[in-house]
């Protein structure tokens, strides 16, 4: 390409050089110049901050910078740009109500650094299915779609409480609850601490899960974490079950350090994504390669 551009004479080259950039439409600049070389990233602990990190080095991301935020303030600069339609790319996962709130898309990710097949699971301490099977019958047997899922997060997207958009969600879908606790009994106030991370998800989940076990009669704790605490809390038996755990790929790293200390006992939603994502609207990429530009 350059070799070419050298042949046909200054003023034909900066004509064809204008020509490129022009032909990408929201603006003259790469997308790494449009955002600043900057990607709006969540929580330190979280699985796709590190994965984020081996995407900067496997892609050759030289000088870029990953913001850790949360969250929350992820989904805010998002809005903030979006209303203006001003470039921008965030760590973004499915199910999130983002992308019914938002025309986005993921970049391709032909390296596969945010792997390919996960699933959200359920882990619980070590011995506590012992202890508590008939819990654990109830955990190992919640299952729910994507679009389950996102009832209860767009619920409090819109500003509902989570604990009452959970139970919205339990009084709404009673066939599903009943497949949830098939063959589980009542139980009168004995105590089962839920750790979880504030992600939207699982803020969803958790609250869900722990509507249908007070409704069994349970005594349920929800303890909010960052998402290394949760792991340390289920791992050490300060925590019984969390609802969150992002595996095989997203939070391999705390699976490992933490192998033979706590039980994986169900997949809650299968067929989750996670990569970097950025609106529709800018339309000069489409790859995690094109950030190289
Ligand atoms: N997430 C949502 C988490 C798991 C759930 C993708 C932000 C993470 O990256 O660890």
Known sequence: MLK?????GVTAALALSLAACGSQTDGQATAA?????TIIGIDPGSGIMALTDEAVKDYGLKDWNVVTAS???MTATLKKSYDRKKPIIVTGWTPHWMFSRYKLKF??????????????????????SKEQPNAVKVLSQFKWTQDDMGEVMIAVEEGEKPAKAAADYVKKHKD????????????KGDKINLAYVAWDSEIA?????????????????LTQVEAGPMWTAVATGSADASLSAWLPNTHKAYASKYKGKYEDVGTSLTGVKMGLVVPQYMKNVNSIEDLKK
């Open 33 to 37: 110049s449009q955002v600043n070389k």
């Open 205 to 221: 989940s958790t609250n869900v899960v722990g509507k249908v076990l007070q409704d069994l009669g349970y005594d349920v704790k």
């Open 107 to 128: 970049l391709d990710d032909p390296k596969k650094t945010y792997g390919t097949a996960e699933q959200i699971h359920t882990i619980t301490r070590t011995g506590f």
């Open 176 to 187: 599903q609850v009943a497949q949830w606790t098939k063959g589980a009994h009542k139980v």
């Open 71 to 73: 969250s929350a303030a």
């Open 4 to 8: 070419k551009i050298i042949g046909v």
